[in-house]
């Protein structure tokens, strides 16, 4: 059984800006380096995000956000189309990854759904964590706070998916400014 500590650890290493892990993810041929085995593969939950959750997610982002006198972010469904379609593909290779099975990282993945991006961020996580905790973890960790913070961020979005196990939850949020 993974320690505690261990899926903390998940939660504290998704920062795009943040590194570890081990290389087994592949992209293209070329492994990623921050790579997490998070689950074992196998056929996924993949979990349509609703508008209440989306608006969740956003209003937790804001409360960081607005402590460091940044504008708040909008929730956004077409980004969170994108993080839940990310967070199936990490949950169905049981890996936590920026990169996805056809895509290099989260900007090619919003430009390809018709999002109009001059910046993209993304935070991702996997462990046991319900919505509340995953988003509370991000505003905790450093990492992912430097992507929360990003001062030209106006859009942004959550998805969820759910391991082959059953139990471990893959989260993806995205970040992002329009043209």
Known sequence: MTSLTSLLTLVLCGAVLAGCGTATGTSRGKPDPHAVQAAAPGKAA????TP???AEGAQATNAARGQAGLPPVRANMLLAEVA???ACDMATRGLMTHRGSSSTGPGP???ARGYAT???AENIAAGPYDLPRVLGEWNRSQGHLDNIMIPQVRDYGIGQAV???????FWTAIYAAPR
């Open 84 to 86: 839940a379609s990310h």
């Open 46 to 49: 993949c979990v349509r995000t």
């Open 163 to 169: 391991g082959a196990d059953g139990r471990t939850r």
């Open 109 to 111: 993945r919003v430009k």
């Open 118 to 120: 001059r910046l993209t």
């Open 52 to 54: 209440a959750e989306n």
